[in-house]
């Protein structure tokens, strides 16, 4: 009798240690049931939420602040610019130029290789300034600003474009009615480069 209990305790043990490391049973994966809805760059979906009822205005300022967030990200205060105005009166005005920044403020604007300085439309005797006004110039932090107070006085079209990797506001055209106290805005921005320096 002591011999068959010893072997029904040893079968017991087997069939436990049998049960033990046997493979586990396979895990059901969760299959979507519909596709996602498609994501805007920066996710505006975030910022907004379910149901809400925004308008245009709204909608694309909290676009803009969300492109300055990722600016914020940037790894320096030092950069350099790409930058042309498409608003005014001469053709320097309008001249591709590149901006410095050191530190977020503006240190020099120079005019490109490829400036287009004059276009026949200068009145007689006119000259060209030898270097650009460097109060016309904003560094990217004041562009958004610009932006910004442009459409808080609620012009007629916007449109809108900004730098993926950096935030920067890139390709931008704000215009008024004929008859409104406000200018258009509207410049071209790109190529812009870290420049490197002593830690800030």
């Known amino acids: 009798m002591k011999r068959y209990s010893t072997v029904a305790i040893l079968i017991a043990t087997l069939a436990v240690m049998a049960a033990c490391s046997s493979d586990p049973e396979p895990t059901a994966t969760a299959v979507p049931t519909e596709t996602p809805p498609p994501t805007i760059s920066p996710d505006l979906s975030a910022a907004i939420p379910d149901a809400a009822e925004v308008d ?44 410095r920044v050191i530190k977020g403020e503006i240190s020099e604007v120079r005019w490109a290789d490829n400036a287009v300085k ?40 916007v449109t809108l474009g900004f730098d993926s990797v950096f935030g920067f506001p890139t390709n931008v055209s704000i215009e008024f009615a004929p008859d409104s106290p406000h200018k258009d805005v ?7 480069v870290p420049i490197p320096g002593p830690p800030e």
């Not at 694309?60 to 610019?81: A, C, E, V």
């Not at 509207?186 to 812009?192: C, E, I, N, P, Y």
């Open 56 to 99: 245009r205005k709204t909608a694309m300022l909290l676009g803009i602040d969300l492109h300055r967030q990722l600016w914020s990200t940037r790894p320096t205060s030092n950069y350099k610019f790409g930058f042309q105005w498409n608003v005014g009166d001469y053709a320097y005005q309008r001249a591709n130029v590149q901006v």
């Open 186 to 192: 509207s410049f071209f921005a790109a190529q812009l």
């Open 118 to 157: 004059t276009d026949g439309t200068e009145p007689e005797g006119f000259v060209v300034p030898d270097e650009p006004n460097i109060e016309d110039y904003y560094s990217i932090d004041d562009l958004f600003e610009v932006i910004s107070d442009a459409i808080d006085s609620d012009p007629g079209q």
